[in-house]
C-alpha cells in the first residue's frame, strides 16, 4: 500500500488503461479514468472507481493537458499516469500537473524534456562513452542530409535513416538507400514528425543494414538505477515492433552485460527517476561497432509485459510505488544485484488491420461479433476488446496483446502457436493469421533474423497465412 496517492487519474485509454486501473486496484488505490465522446463505454471506464467525460473526440481528448488536469483536481486525485503515448513524455504536461499539485507518475520534466528529444540523448550518450551510430546530432537541413548521405556512402555504408528528433514508433522514420530518395523521404520524415508529435525536426544517422534490435528496462528513483533486464524487439514491420521476447534468446552474455552497463551510465548520468527503456542496435558480427545506442523511452513500454513475465515484477506497481517515495532499496531492489529471471516470455502485438498487396498495414474496422481468447499456464492477454462494441477508428489499431511464458524460448513458442490458434476475433479483421504464421517460421525459432527481415519475409508470410 503506497503512502499518499489515495486516487489516481489514468490520462490515457485503450488497453494500458486497462492495465492501470487493474494495477491500482491491486495496491488499494482509488483509480479515475477519462474517456473522450467516442470511447463511452469503453472497458477501462468499467474498471475504474470513477469515470469522467472529456469534451472532445478521439486523441485531441486525451492530449488536453489542461482539461485532464481539471479532471484531475476536481476528482480529488493526488496523482496522474500518463499511461504510454499521448502526454506520457511531455515535459511540459509533467511540469503542469506538479504545477497543479499532481505527482506526475514518471520521470522529471527535465529528464523528459532530455531524452525526448533524440539529438540531446545522443549527445549525452557520447558523454558517458557509450558507442553511437555516426550521425548528425541536432535537427538537420535537407542540404545537411543530402551531405552526410553522400559522406556515407563515400565510405562503403549501405545507406542512411532518417529520424524525428521528438516521438517514437517509426512515425518521422525512413531508411535512404539512394541519393535521389534522400529530398522527398527528408520531406516525408519532417511532415509525419510534425503532424504526430507536433516538432518536424528530424536527424541522420549512418544505417545498420543486419541490426537487431535490443532494449533495456531500467527503473531509478533519483538515486539509485537498476536494471530489469532486456528485451529482444528486432521483429519489425516499418520500424513498428509486432513480437517482442524477454530475454533476448540468442545475445551473447558479455555483449548483454555491456549494453547493460551503457544504459545504467547514461541513466545515472541523469539521476533518472522512474522507469524507461533505453534502445540499441546490436550487429555481433561487427568488430568495431558491436552495438550503438539508438534512444531512450522516459515512460512505460508497449512490451514492458514480457518482463513482468520473467522477472515477476508488476513494473506499473512499482512506478507508483516510486512515485510515491518509496526507494528501490525499499522495494528489494539493488543496484549491484542482478533480478533473477526465470524462462522466456513472447508478446505478440494483435491489432485490427488489413494488409495491402505489398504488406502494408490498413486500419480495420467492424463491430466485434464474438472474442475467445486462449488460457492455461503462461498465458496472458492485455486487451480493451468487447463483444458488440465498435471500436473506434480514431486510434491506433493495437486490440490486443498476448503474453506467453514459458520454461525456455522453445517452450514459449509452442505455447505461443497454441495460443495463437485459440484467438478468435469475429466481424473485425485482424492480423492473428500473419502472427500464426510468423509463429511457424524456422526463423522465429532460430531467431536468426534482423529488423528488416520481416518485410522481406511478409510476401511468403501472406502466402502461408492465406491473406
Known amino acids: 500500500m503506497i503512502s499518499y496517492a489515495e486516487k489516481i487519474l489514468i490520462a490515457n485509454r485503450g488497453e494500458i488503461a486497462v492495465r492501470i486501473a487493474r494495477a491500482l486496484h491491486d495496491l488499494g488505490c482509488a483509480s479515475v479514468a477519462v474517456f473522450a465522446q467516442d470511447d463511452a463505454g469503453a472497458l477501462h471506464t468499467q474498471l475504474a472507481d470513477h469515470a469522467v467525460a472529456l469534451q472532445a473526440t478521439g486523441p485531441a481528448a486525451y492530449l488536453d493537458g489542461a482539461a485532464l488536469i481539471v479532471a484531475a483536481r476536481a476528482q480529488g486525485c493526488d496523482a496522474v499516469h500518463p499511461g504510454y503515448g499521448f502526454l506520457s513524455e511531455s515535459a511540459a504536461f509533467a511540469q503542469a500537473c506538479t504545477d497543479a499539485g499532481l505527482t506526475f507518475i514518471g520521470p522529471t520534466p527535465e529528464q523528459l524534456a532530455l531524452f525526448g528529444d533524440k539529438a540531446r540523448a545522443r549527445a549525452l550518450a557520447a558523454e558517458c562513452g557509450v558507442p553511437l551510430m555516426p550521425g548528425l546530432n541536432h535537427a538537420t537541413t535537407l542540404s545537411e542530409a543530402e551531405a552526410f548521405f ?13 529520424k524525428a528528433v521528438a516521438g517514437g514508433g517509426g512515425r518521422g522514420m525512413r531508411v535512404v538507400e539512394r541519393a535521389e530518395d534522400v529530398a522527398p523521404l527528408w520531406q516525408r520524415c519532417t511532415s509525419e514528425a510534425q503532424a504526430a508529435f507536433g516538432e518536424g525536426g528530424v536527424y541522420v544517422e549512418r544505417l545498420m543494414p543486419r541490426a537487431r534490435h535490443i532494449e533495456v528496462q531500467v527503473m531509478g528513483d533519483g538515486a539509485q538505477v537498476v536494471s530489469l533486464g532486456v528485451r529482444e524487439c528486432t521483429l519489425q514491420r516499418r520500424f513498428q515492433k509486432l513480437v517482442e521476447i524477454a530475454p533476448s534468446p540468442t545475445l551473447a552474455a558479455g555483449l548483454r552485460a555491456r ?10 548520468r541523469a539521476g533518472y527517476r522512474g ?22 523511452n522516459p515512460r512505460l513500454q508497449v512490451e514492458h509485459t514480457v518482463t513482468e513475465a520473467v522477472t515477476g515484477i508488476d513494473l506499473v506497481a512499482l512506478q507508483v510505488q516510486v512515485a510515491a517515495g518509496r526507494t528501490l532499496a525499499e522495494l528489494g531492489l539493488a543496484e549491484d544485484t542482478p533480478v533473477p529471471e526465470r524462462g522466456f516470455a513472447i508478446q505478440w502485438r494483435i491489432n485490427a488491420e488489413t494488409l495491402d498487396a505489398q504488406g502494408h498495414a490498413l486500419p480495420a474496422s467492424g463491430r466485434i461479433a464474438h472474442l475467445a481468447w486462449p488460457s492455461g499456464p503462461g498465458v496472458r492477454v492485455d486487451t ?43 466481424g473485425l479483421t485482424v492480423n492473428l493469421p500473419l502472427l500464426s504464421a510468423l509463429a511457424e517460421r524456422p526463423e522465429m525459432a532460430s531467431q536468426q533474423v534482423h529488423t528488416r527481415w520481416l518485410e522481406a519475409a511478409l510476401p511468403e508470410l501472406l502466402d502461408a497465412s492465406k491473406i
Do not use: N, W
Not at 150 to 162: C, L, P, S
Not at 263 to 268: I, P
Not at 392 to 410: E, N, Q, R, T
Open 150 to 162: 553522400a559522406e556515407q556512402m563515400a565510405q562503403g555504408a549501405g545507406g542512411i535513416v532518417i
Open 275 to 296: 522507469l524507461g527503456t533505453f534502445e540499441f542496435l546490436v550487429d555481433e558480427a561487427s568488430a568495431d561497432l558491436p552495438f550503438v545506442f539508438i534512444e531512450a
Open 259 to 268: 549494453i547493460e552497463q551503457a544504459a545504467l551510465a547514461m541513466a545515472r
Open 384 to 426: 480493451h476488446a468487447q463483444a458488440r462494441v465498435v471500436p473506434s477508428p480514431h486510434y491506433d489499431s493495437l486490440l490486443a496483446k498476448l503474453i506467453v511464458h514459458g520454461p525456455d524460448f522453445a517452450a514459449a513458442l509452442r505455447r505461443s502457436q497454441r495460443a495463437l490458434a485459440e484467438c478468435h476475433v469475429d
